[in-house]
Every structure is written in structure tokens, then in C-alpha cells.
């Protein structure tokens, strides 16, 4: 029930701001670029080593990527883009972070078929799409409800 809320007043939130790029939101975006980067790095890494060099099936490979790369993001995230040193919420966060991870999981994999099975699109180019869905979608996520400071 508190997601549904908090769904509820991110949508609000977005009706009532204007999304002008002043410096606050730039800095917010450079941060939230780098530490995604690191993430996504890890991702792909992780990806070309489990699918081109051990010889995994993609999926799987994929996956599993994208599940140590969650570490990742949350720690950058969480220090590196939103500056939240606080630790009284990091279970809470850490919670709703690993739904939205687990979420994301599924997306991605659902993604990654699409693109590879149905659109024959290659491999490291849909890892490349999916994670950017899924990185835009995922900024709105932390910045409203996972590191909100409300």
C-alpha cells in the first residue's frame, strides 16, 4: 500500500514541477550519469565475461550481470548521485531498492528476448537498449521514492 502512495505523489510531483535544467538538476544528472556509468560498465562487463568468454547462454549471463550491477548502482546511488550518507533508512532503502532491482531483472530479460529472439537485434546492442529504459525509469524511482528526502 505505501508503494501505491508513493506512485501516487511521484505522479503529482511531476504535474506540479516545471522541468527546467537549473544547476541543481544538472549536477543531479552528471552525478546520476556517473554513477550509472560505473554501473553500466559492470553490467556489460560482466555480461561480454559470463556470455563471450565462459560460453553462458545469454539470458543467464544477462541476468546474472545485471544482478552484481545492482550492488553497484545502489552504493553509487546512494552516495554518489543523491549524497545520502544517512544510515537510520539504508534497510528501508536497501528494501525498496532490491524490488525495484527485482523488477528491473524482469524487465531486462523480457527485453533482452525481445530484442535478441524477435527483433534479431544483436547481443550487446540489446543489453545496451535495456539498460537504458530501464536507467531513465530507474532515475525517477530513486530520485522520488527511494532517496527522497521526504
Not at 13 to 32: E, T
Amino acid at each position: 500500500m505505501e508503494i501505491i502512495k508513493k506512485t501516487i505523489n511521484i505522479i503529482d510531483a511531476c504535474k506540479a514541477q516545471s522541468y527546467h535544467l537549473d544547476k541543481k538538476r544538472l549536477f543531479l544528472l552528471v552525478r546520476y550519469l556517473i554513477a550509472g556509468g560505473l554501473s553500466f560498465i559492470s553490467n556489460i562487463g560482466l555480461f561480454l565475461l559470463f556470455e563471450k568468454y565462459l560460453g553462458w547462454w545469454y539470458l543467464i549471463a544477462s541476468t546474472l550481470a545485471f544482478i552484481i550491477s545492482v550492488v553497484v548502482s545502489f552504493s553509487a546511488q546512494k552516495y554518489i548521485t543523491f549524497r545520502d550518507t544517512s544510515t537510520d533508512r539504508i534497510s528501508q532503502q536497501m528494501g525498496q531498492y532490491i524490488l525495484i532491482a527485482v523488477f528491473n531483472v524482469i524487465a531486462n530479460a523480457i527485453m533482452i528476448f525481445i530484442f535478441v529472439d524477435l527483433i534479431h537485434l544483436p547481443l550487446v546492442l540489446s543489453q545496451i537498449i535495456s539498460a537504458g529504459f530501464i536507467a531513465v525509469w530507474s532515475l525517477f524511482v530513486y530520485n522520488f521514492m527511494i532517496f527522497s528526502k521526504t
